[in-house]
């Protein structure tokens, strides 16, 4: 065997290093994930967002090939665990995005910590969740339009509860009271699990709340559902007519849940979230699972996911004005 010569093997020695230099990003893109996922859900447990954050992580644990495991992080509308994350630069801390913290509180709260638009990478659109108008049973409204008419002999005697100033169900109801004319008192709280108590204790007169999360009792007749927030009637209450359809044509609120990363979260990462939620909500066991609570699958790219909450943004940033919301 004849040895090689020194220029050769110098030149064979700069080939490999730059092919291992190449490849590194590659190798580290493929061995990412390296340890357990946290995904941080900024409400308490007990709402929409637990059961779709539970049930996406399921499925993308198994894709990943790291544990995803959820973490309630609840308080200060959703703002103390978008902090929190926006400086976590560990490359597995997510935040599961909503309608209140990415569309709703850039606009209620004069001063954040942090920009939703630029200290957070969208990642995916996981699910959509039907918002539904209820009342308690004892209640003398059967409908949407008895409730409204019930409403207007009563200005400001009938309250409703929501998940705190700014949440989603806050939006919904000031959303109807704004097209109907009426005056609802409103009655904060900390999270839906104990607005959710009061309402079927009868504590509280109504609310609006995701599908996902009251489905169980609208069917065991705790709660009286009146209406959908939806386009087109939803399948699991066949018999519920929407907003729309007693009375208010182009009316529209649907709660919706996103996984976004802290802008840290390396581009290769940011893909192969990307791909593993789009494909995790669209497993037969997520869609079954969300499906039995009325919630949506969705699944998005990035791009898409970035365009739906800009167009959130705008549309709702007129409807806070005028309803004047304010941070508790």
């Not at 941080?40 to 990943?64: D, H, N, Q, W, Y």
């Amino acid at each position: 065997m004849h040895p090689t010569p020194p220029s050769r093997r110098r030149l064979l020695q700069l080939g490999a290093g730059s092919a291992a230099a190449l490849a590194t990003p590659w190798l580290r893109a493929q061995a990412w994930p390296t340890k357990s996922i946290r995904l941080v859900v900024p409400f308490a447990p007990g709402g929409s967002s637990e059961i779709i954050a539970r049930a996406t992580a399921v499925e993308m644990s198994k894709l990943l090939g790291q544990s995803v495991y959820v973490d309630n992080k609840p308080g200060g509308a959703g703002n103390i665990a978008m902090t929190e994350v926006a400086g976590a630069n560990d490359q597995h801390t997510l935040i599961l995005g909503h309608i209140g913290t990415l569309a709703v509180n850039p606009f209620i709260f004069e001063k954040l910590s942090f920009d939703v638009n630029k200290d957070f990478k969208p990642v995916s659109l996981l699910a959509k969740v039907p918002s539904l108008y209820l009342v308690h049973p004892d209640l003398p409204a059967k409908n949407l339009v008895e409730f409204i008419a019930l409403a207007k002999s009563k200005p400001g005697q009938l309250n409703y509860g929501s998940a705190g100033n700014g949440s989603a169900g806050h939006l919904a109801m000031e959303y109807l009271k704004m097209v109907s004319g009426t005056f609802i008192t409103h009655v904060p709280y900390r999270g839906t699990g104990p607005m959710l108590t009061d309402l079927i204790a009868g504590r509280l007169d109504a609310a609006s709340i995701g599908a996902a999360a009251v489905i169980q009792f609208v069917r065991t007749g705790k709660l009286r559902c009146i209406a959908t927030g939806t386009t087109q009637r939803i399948p699991q209450l066949p018999d519920v007519p929407t907003v729309a359809e007693q009375g208010f044509p182009g009316f529209e609120m649907t709660q919706w849940y996103g996984l976004n990363a802290p802008a840290s979260m390396s581009p290769a990462a940011i893909d192969k979230l990307a791909a593993a939620a789009a494909k995790a909500v669209k497993e037969p066991a997520t869609q079954e699972r969300l499906a039995h609570d009325a919630a949506i699958a969705v699944g998005s790219t990035p791009a898409e996911y970035a365009r739906f909450i800009g167009a959130e943004q705008q549309r709702w940033k007129p409807v806070i004005a005028r309803a004047r919301i304010k941070p508790d």
